[in-house]
């Protein structure tokens, strides 16, 4: 994977001198995905830390966690037999809860795929198939694209945190539209997850 991300630098470095300076100023990209976690996991983890700092999440995940002693994460059958006033008091909202339980629910019934369905289905395929589940979106599923199945031309595009790292790296008035985002990003393939990772860590004090 090292020499993935080495190459990848040199190719986003390339594209011009805002690229260069700001891949020079941050080093070498440290991705760190989480291929040990399924899908369902994934999935569940990444609602309860939505819209939320990560000390928040890590609280209510922590408690969530713990009304499972004696395992690393719940099973799908697990959370689907946990009383509702259990979970809720976990500190989920109302609606970040029905999507967990339905997440449990459809990997019981197979639309949530385990890991190795999920690796023999194409990123579009997968984000089709996931965002059906009510309160699971295109991010949520993009961030299982990069974290848990690894893979390394994903530009999420909708995410404000991309799309706020390019306009401060090229010192752009306002933030370029997912589309503009989309069709800047088209030149970045095949390395648009490590794309992202940069424009993740563009400092707020360029412009």
């Known amino acids: 994977m090292s020499a993935f991300f080495r190459q990848a630098e040199q190719f986003l470095a390339a594209l011009d001198c805002q690229w260069a300076?700001?891949?020079q100023a941050i080093g070498p990209c440290l991705h760190q995905p989480r291929p040990e976690r399924d899908p369902y996991q994934a999935l569940?983890?990444?609602?309860?830390?939505?819209?939320?700092h990560v000390k928040a999440g890590d609280a209510i995940l922590g408690r969530f966690l713990?009304?499972?002693?004696?395992?690393d994460f719940p099973s799908p059958e697990q959370v689907v037999a946990t009383p509702t006033e259990q979970l809720r008091a976990c500190g989920f909202s109302a609606s970040k809860l029905t999507t967990i339980q339905g997440i449990a629910k459809a990997r019981q019934e197979g639309v949530v795929p385990d890991h190795q369905e999920a690796l023999s289905l194409d990123d579009e395929q997968l984000i089709e198939?996931?965002?059906?589940?009510?309160g699971v979106g295109r991010w949520t599923v993009e961030m299982l694209l990069i974290y848990t199945l690894e893979r390394m031309d994903i530009l999420p595009a909708d995410d404000f945190g991309v799309r706020e790292g390019y306009?401060?790296?090229?010192?752009?008035?306002?933030?370029?539209?997912?589309?503009?985002?989309?069709?800047?990003?088209?030149a970045w393939q095949p390395y648009r997850t490590i794309a992202a990772w940069y424009l993740w860590r563009v400092p707020s004090s360029r412009v």
């Open 129 to 134: 198939r996931l965002v059906s589940l009510r």
């Open 66 to 71: 713990a009304l499972y002693p004696g395992v």
């Open 44 to 52: 569940v983890r990444a609602i309860a830390y939505q819209q939320l």
């Open 167 to 186: 306009r401060r790296l090229q010192e752009l008035d306002t933030q370029p539209t997912r589309r503009q985002m989309i069709e800047l990003g088209n």
């Open 21 to 23: 300076a700001h891949i």
